[in-house]
């Protein structure tokens, strides 16, 4: 399945290197939340021959409506992840694949045909760079962590969590090296796993940001929870912390 995945995701890449060298139109869903024809166009062909290819799995994907679509034996897309990267022309931005069945992490696949960057994991068999084996970086010491965020669409919107946001960022920035913020929830997990950062965290993400990335990264040796510290739960939780597991503590602690 992996390879019939990897061949199709590339396939799609074609479209989304096509879309990041021309010229866009670009319509918003929220206030911050950009869409472009792209999105669209690659979460439809990935739908397509995904369905097609792979009966056993429905198909979860951020543009459509996934309202009567049951979380179970599922592939989940997310088109264009770093929408905004990809509209104004900066190279962090992905198509991101996550497998899961019965709910179980499967396989992950984040792919950067602008970087020419494919990661890519199966549960129990490691994670992989443009198929070199990649790890977490064995840093421990906090305050040599450089750590990666995002900011939440609701920051234009939402004081509470605008405030949030200040609030983490005020406490965490003078303990670690540097925090950094490329604006692709995908891509920093993968940066995580090669070993780049040593932690990210974030809040309000949907699935289809993470989904693969942490399969990505847990097979690189890293560690994800919720803000608490417990189980990531898909579709649950407000908080996303990951890590290379040994400063994952400390980033718990300063976080809250």
Not at 42 to 69: P, W
Not at 191 to 217: F, H, P, Q, R, T
Not at 219 to 224: C, F, H, L, N, T
């Amino acid at each position: 399945m992996e390879k019939k995945l990897i061949e199709i995701i590339k396939e799609a890449g074609e479209i989304l290197k096509e879309g990041y060298f021309s010229n866009k139109d670009v319509s918003f869903k929220a206030k911050k939340d950009l869409v472009t024809k792209y999105d669209v166009g690659i979460e439809n062909f990935l739908k397509e021959k995904f369905l097609k290819e792979f009966q056993d799995f429905n198909v979860i994907a951020e543009e459509s409506d996934n309202s009567n679509i049951e979380f179970n034996n599922s592939i989940i897309v997310d088109p264009i992840d770093g929408t905004t990267n990809f509209v104004n022309k900066l190279p962090h931005t992905c198509i991101s694949v996550g497998v899961y069945k019965n709910k179980e992490p499967y396989i992950g696949i984040v792919y950067n045909p602008i970087l020419d960057e494919l990661y890519t994991a199966k549960v129990g068999n490691g994670a992989f760079l443009n198929g070199e084996k990649i790890e977490v970086s064995a840093e421990d010491d906090f305050q040599k962590a450089l750590i990666s965020t995002g900011f939440p669409y609701t920051s234009g919107t939402c004081e509470v969590d605008l405030n949030d946001v200040i609030k983490k960022i005020k406490v965490i920035l003078p303990k670690c090296q540097d925090i950094r913020r490329l604006g692709s929830a995908a891509l920093d997990l993968c940066y995580v796993a090669k070993g780049m950062y040593e932690g990210y965290y974030e809040m309000n993400l949907k699935a289809w940001d993470v989904s693969a990335g942490i399969i990505i990264l847990k097979e690189a040796g890293g560690k994800i929870t919720n803000l608490d510290g417990n189980k990531y739960v898909l579709f649950e939780n407000k908080y996303i912390v990951a890590s290379n597991t040994k400063i994952h503590n400390a980033l718990i602690e300063n976080l809250n």
